[in-house]
T-cell receptor, first 115, second 110 residues
Framework: DAGVIQSPRHEVTEMGQEVTLRCKPI?????LFWYRQTMMRGLELLIY????????DSGMPEDRFSAKMPNASFSTLKIQPSEPRDSAVYFC?????????????FGPGTRLTVT | GENVEQHPSTLSVQEGDSAVIKCTYS??????FPWYKQELGKGPQLIID?????GEKKDQRIAVTLNKTAKHFSLHITETQPEDSAVYFC?????????FGAGTTVTVRA
């Protein structure tokens, strides 16, 4: 079974450009999470979707960040315009959403560098 | 919100020895405590978890203990091997939100 798939794995862009990160959750999982990992702040939850609906976006740092989940097998995280402080590793994770099942499975991440 | 503290931040052990990582949490409502292992350039990998109705759980060389009264939980790795070298994160959750510790870098010396 394929795990969580993320693309691209690495992204280098200039300040002010739009960046789009992509995620395919594990088939059958109906909860999806976007996290950001930095040395200073560790792993932070950005947004949580359940059944394609955003439930908690309180971790989204600014209006420059937006996330969508148009269907059960695809999600995007967009940064527009990007800034150097957005440089981080962005992870997508998914879980089944079954009552009592809490396990979250992470993708390999996208390393974003904004120059 | 939940606050998870993790110690130590780095741990160096001789191959074959045991490693112990400790975490404390602040929210008594937290009921799920996973541990993740992250290797360089990879995403966090769930290695073991425990729920609040259980005091201890084992899976081969790894075990986790939970003390709800004291609000702390620990990861124990026995007979460490070079492939155990990685960063380990604890987390606490009530429902969907995982609050992570800062991580422990474990180095197993051959």
């Amino acid at each position: 079974d394929a795990g969580v798939i993320q693309s691209p794995r690495h992204e280098v862009t200039e300040m002010g450009q739009e960046v789009t990160l992509r995620c395919k959750p594990i088939s059958g999982h109906n909860s999806l999470f976007w996290y950001r990992q930095t040395m200073m702040r560790g792993l932070e939850l950005l947004i949580y979707f359940n059944n394609n609906v955003p439930i908690d976006d309180s971790g989204m740092p600014e209006d420059r960040f937006s996330a969508k989940m148009p269907n059960a097998s695809f999600s995007t995280l967009k940064i527009q315009p990007s800034e150097p402080r957005d440089s981080a590793v962005y992870f997508c994770a998914s879980r089944t959403g079954t009552s009592g099942s809490n396990e979250q499975y992470f993708g390999p991440g996208t390393r974003l560098t904004v120059t | 919100g939940e606050n998870v503290e993790q110690h130590p931040s780095t741990l160096s052990v001789q191959e074959g020895d045991s490693a112990v990582i400790k975490c404390t949490y602040s929210d008594s409502a937290s009921n799920y405590f996973p541990w993740y292992k992250q290797e360089l350039g990879k995403g966090p990998q769930l290695i073991i978890d425990i729920r609040s109705n259980v005091g201890e759980k084992k899976d081969q060389r790894i075990a986790v203990t939970l003390n709800k009264t004291a609000k702390h939980f620990s990861l124990h790795i026995t007979e460490t091997q070079p492939e155990d070298s990685a960063v380990y994160f604890c987390a606490a959750s009530n429902d969907y939100k995982l609050s992570f510790g800062a991580g422990t870098t474990v180095t197993v010396r051959a």
